[in-house]
């Protein structure tokens, strides 16, 4: 219970941290270019970053890799997804919108069915 | 090595970060006009067409006469030439922002910018948190990289960022497997990453690709044994097919094209002489080999880069910085861990890349390009240079650490005093009017791609500069004929083709003076010889008319 608790409270305080770094850009962008900046940072993260994140998140690899290698793989796998959805429905908008419930729903599947076995592994190995 | 980042450094990242992104935004943060040389033009053209059509572009604009005779796509002329994805996010960013021009160029200074990170991760867990913080500190003020995103070989730019991340996924394979503790998530990344690289631009393929090769025959010397054995080979295997699933999957119709073009440039043995691509510097003697010793002289020409982007002195605020550049290779030399190596193999490789033509291969009219890839080389060496003053001095722990802080704040202060300013003026400068459109020509072009129909085709009268017609057609998205050599029209063939007159006195209207009264009204006197039809525009000093 008392280690629950205390896997918890540093997810919370890393929450926390990861809110405040994320509130920190968007104020900027928001203060530089407005609310146009302020929509294509947000856009950015949630389209290009998030779906990859929850592949990689499941990994074990270091928690900057993470992020590193979600951004990168980002940036080439969503646009990928809107080009040739949107050749095929011919509307850039609505394949935007059905590729990132697309991949959100890979990224949440992969999460969820990532081999548990394998996810408890790699924190023991981790804790080792 | 500190190995856990704290969030202090996080926090110290993110703030140098967004500093960065002030700097490298300036151009667009007051003037929300485009601004580019004529590949930024042409980039335009091809992602905001998918922003406006609200469709993705397979076949390229037909509003724009230089895709006629342009080495498009090699196989399928006509249609896209680049990777999708490379467009589509600057369309994807410009549908997010819900305009056109502000979105687009932020998300090309985010990819631009994002280099700052990608040498961060390279050098962080090997170097530590100072190494590469400067690193990635002396970037924000790199002249190469600022002129590439400046000018628009915006591609190059791009694949550029997946260097430091891909060496890096290598270089913690290997080290796994040397370790005995082998990840092959490491490996895959690796595959996963270069096609992720191609896609953006093929440019950077065998620059990374001689990296990891002189990396592995490094590593393998030092360690007695080669990372890839018997039982893993099928991964590396595995991993060339993943690449070519990847980037034929992604890209097919752009994939065979660019691998056209390699064939196409690449000689192996004597240059094509009528070939302008292959053809050699006049009085240039293949056979010098005194180039050995040269680091930019090369023999291709018709490169398109001015002479000035092949010197130190002028890329690197004068030679203050070469001593660091020396040290840190010395260093490396010196220490030879594994990391050092992986340092080392970076500058090893782009050596023998651009040296090929001393063993008879020539990489044809990209050779020189392959420069804007220097200073991801350069810049982390200096870095290396100069954190590696502190392991001279002889001191406990704590005190290194201070000596190291306070070194890397002193080379801060350096860069601040002497690359900062040209860095800030460049930026706050860039592409003054007539450079980029003024706001007339600007608007003008929005109302007529508003306005006026798709197969218009617009004659433009009276505006000064080449840049001011290529971004002018690129808002407008309308085929546009014009005098190139003169701003009153000597000739009016031109005006057979046309159904728009676009009559442009803005810049003369904001610049006054004689000459500009002068050229005002020649240009009246041809307005009202040649244009015969109604008005339908008609704001700051520009006029549209249409034709009879």
Known sequence: MIKME??????????????????????????????????????????????????????????????????????????????????????????????FVLLLTIGIAFSKYYPKSKKDKESKEEKE | MENKISKQEILILIIIYLGMLYLWTMPFQQQKIPYGEGDAAIHYIIADNMYVTDKPTLKLPETNPVFNFQMGNLFMPGYLFYCPQFHTNFAISEIIGGERVVPFYLYLALICTGIFFSVYILLRKQFGAATAILASFLLIFSMRDRLTYLWGQWGTAVTLLYIPIILYTYYKYTESVYNSKEKLIYLYMTYILAAMQFLFHPLGIPVVLGMILVYTVLISIKEKKLPINKT??????????????????????????????????????????????????????????????????????????????????????????????????????LRRKSKDLL??????????????????????????????????????????????????????????????????????????????????????????????????????????????????????????????????????????????????????????????????YSLYMIIGGEQATGLISELQQWEKNNTKGSVIYDKNGIKIFKTV
């Open chain 2, 343 to 504: 340092m080392l193999s970076t500058i090893i490789a782009f050596y023998i890349i651009v040296h090929l033509d001393l063993i008879n291969v020539y990489l044809g009219a990209k050779m020189p390009r392959l420069f804007y890839f220097e200073s991801v080389i350069f810049y982390p060496l200096m870095a290396i240079g100069i954190t590696s003053i502190a392991l001279f001095i002889k001191t406990n722990d704590k005190s290194s650490k201070i000596i190291k802080w306070g070194i890397v704040a002193a080379a801060v202060i350096a860069v601040l005093l002497i690359n900062a300013k040209p860095t800030y003026d460049q930026f706050k400068g860039a592409y003054p009017i007539p450079m980029r459109m003024d706001q007339a020509q600007f608007d003008a072009s929005n109302w007529i791609n508003d306005n006026l129909p798709k197969d218009a085709i617009v004659m433009y009268v009276g505006t000064p500069t080449f840049l001011n017609r290529a971004w002018m057609h690129a808002v407008s998205a309308r085929m546009a004929v014009f005098d190139q050599n003169n701003i009153v029209p000597s000739l009016d063939k031109n005006i057979n083709r046309t159904n728009y007159i676009l009559m442009d």
């Open chain 2, 232 to 333: 893993n080979i099928k991964h590396f295997i595995i991993g060339i097919f993943l690449f070519l699933f990847i980037i034929c999957a992604f890209a097919p119709l752009q994939v065979p094209s660019h691998l056209g073009r390699i064939n196409r440039d690449v000689v192996i043995g004597t240059p094509d002489q009528s070939e302008p691509s292959t053809q050699i510097k006049e009085g240039y003697d293949v056979s010098k080999f005194a180039r050995i010793f040269k680091w930019y002289d090369f023999p291709e020409v018709f490169h398109g880069i001015p002479d000035f982007y092949f010197s130190f002195k002028n890329l690197y605020y004068g030679y203050w910085m070469l001593p660091f550049l020396i040290l840190g290779i010395l260093f490396l030399i």
């Open chain 1, 6 to 99: 205390s896997k918890f409270s540093k997810l919370f305080e890393e929450s926390k941290f990861a809110l405040l770094i994320l509130a920190i850009i968007v104020a900027f962008f928001l203060i530089v270019f407005g609310i146009t900046g302020a929509k294509v940072i947000l856009g950015f993260i949630l389209f290009f970053f998030l779906p990859t994140y929850l592949i990689f998140k499941n990994f074990d690899i270091e928690p900057e890799e993470k992020i590193a290698f979600s951004f990168f793989i980002g940036l080439g796998i969503f646009p990928t997804f809107v080009y040739y959805i949107g050749l095929l429905i011919s509307s850039m908008r609505w394949s935007i919108a059905i590729s």
